[in-house]
């Protein structure tokens, strides 16, 4: 029940940045707090190993710096690979459409009207946001037009066997491909587990930050968490593929939802 109850609470943050950063920020507050605490119960202590707090703060901030650039780095490259699989689709499906030329009637007229469907259907995919009932509706829409598409072109293929029906059969291969790379794209993310492993190493960060601070002022102790909340909402907003700020705009599939209506 714990795990279960850990499990959604996280998730909720995690889809949701603006309330993530708030949380952090709030969280870190309290290591700094508790560091204060410790600094002044524990005054005599830490003068005496000030060298060895010195040493091992350096260590746990070192480390925290390291895994958080690890953390931006996986949300970069993932934001980046969103972007270019979006470019690859629209790149398919343009050129699927363009080789329908190649089809006799009425299978051209057939196939174009499905396409013509198709592009808003994947559209809808993205827009659907984390509405996981529209998502579900538009992967199993993508999958039935997906067949009617491929029965047409792989019936037309069969009956003439020669290389320019395959060259249509290639590139509608590489539109269904890349419609399970886009899925597998947007599901993936930072695990929840590194997540709280951050949020835990950030926290004892806090904590030594604050116990170093000779100065009783609070403001100080709100730096920290204040700043590595913020960096922990752009990571997550970046690697948020469904919410947020930051998200691949749908501009290239627009593109081609624009020509293919043109050429009507």
Known sequence: MNRQLYTSAMLTLLDHPLLFCPFVILFLFLGSLLGAWVRVRRAEAVARDAGSFKALEG??????ALLLGFSFAMAVNRYDLRK??????ANAIGTTWLRTDTLPEPARTAERQLLQQYV?????????GTDAQAIQ???TQSGELQEQIWKIAAGDASARRDPVSALLLSSLNDTIDVTEKRTAALENRIPSPAWAILLFMAFVSSALVAISIT??????????PVVVGVVFALILDLDSSRSGF???HQN???RVAAQIASSR
């Open 59 to 64: 260590a746990v901030l070192g480390l925290f």
């Open 84 to 89: 270019q699989l979006e470019v690859e689709e």
């Open 120 to 128: 808003p259907v994947r559209l809808n995919f993205v827009a659907a």
């Open 137 to 139: 509706r538009s992967l």
């Open 215 to 224: 100065s009783r002022s609070k403001r100080l102790l709100v730096i920290l």
């Open 246 to 248: 930051i998200r691949v």
């Open 252 to 254: 290239s599939m627009m």
